[in-house]
T-cell receptor, first 114, second 113 residues
Framework: GENVEQHPSTLSVQEGDSAVIKCTYS??????FPWYKQELGKRPQLIID?????GEKKDQRIAVTLNKTAKHFSLHITETQPEDSAVYFC?????????????FGKGTHLIIQP | DTEVTQTPKHLVMGMTNKKSLKCEQH?????MYWYKQKAKKPPELMFV???????INESVPSRFSPECPNSSLLNLHLHALQPEDSALYLC????????????FGEGSRLTVL
């Protein structure tokens, strides 16, 4: 099955600086790569996703890049703000068609220092 | 309605009890999922119903039993659980099975005594 590795496990940055979280995946057939944000005590929520036919996608301060050859993808957050503090999970689809769910990375606890 | 609704929000049960978790969505989604999340860990897929057909994560013990009465409802029946089953149980839905955004409910926090 799919295996997703995520680094770092904890990331502390100064408010206003950029944050980068990296993930690698094992199954070359995976074609969908979302990022979820989970604030303490709340549900995971999708913040951005990318499909394998695209190399980069941007939404305001958030961007995701995908390198299919190297099987890695990254989340970039610019001009970080206190409300960006949360746990971020990358994920990859399990190719196989139909009803497969997502395989998540272990998560990155992002801390924004004021 | 863009919500996935889970009940109860909290559940405490003994190891001999039988209880159920419920999940409902009215977004017309055709795939629904149960995930288990332990503290400081990622969600782990337990079951998927897509177009009311069940797919199972084979590592999930048989003391967990899913049920999908219709495409809007998903239940998780619990019987003879162990303390290590204590976790947050997240229901999610997606427009259809396969790659796409998951909409999560707020979760049911289960404690097994």
């Amino acid at each position: 099955g799919e295996n997703v590795e995520q680094h770092p496990s904890t990331l502390s940055v100064q408010e206003g600086d950029s944050a980068v979280i990296k993930c690698t995946y094992s199954d070359s057939a995976s074609n969908y790569f979302p990022w979820y944000k989970q604030e303490l005590g709340k549900r995971p929520q999708l913040i951005i996703d990318i499909r394998s036919n695209v190399g980069e996608k941007k939404d305001q301060r958030i961007a995701v890049t995908l390198n299919k050859t190297a099987k890695h993808f990254s989340l970039h957050i610019t001009e970080t703000q206190p409300e960006d503090s949360a746990v971020y999970f990358c994920a990859a689809s399990i190719q196989g068609g139909g009803a497969d769910g997502l395989t998540f990375g272990k998560g990155t606890h992002l801390i924004i220092q004021p | 309605d863009t919500e996935v609704t889970q009940t109860p929000k909290h559940l405490v049960m003994g190891m001999t009890n039988k209880k159920s978790l419920k999940c409902e969505q009215h977004m017309g989604h055709r795939a629904m999922y149960w995930y288990k999340q332990k503290a400081k860990k990622p969600p782990e897929l337990m079951f998927v119903y897509s177009y009311e057909k069940l797919s199972i994560n084979e590592s999930v013990p048989s003391r967990f039993s899913p049920e999908c009465p219709n495409s809007s409802l998903l239940n998780l029946h619990l019987h003879a659980l162990q303390p290590e089953d204590s976790a947050l149980y997240l229901c999610a839905s997606s427009l259809r099975g396969g790659p796409g955004e998951l909409f999560f409910g707020e979760g049911s926090r289960l404690t097994v005594l």
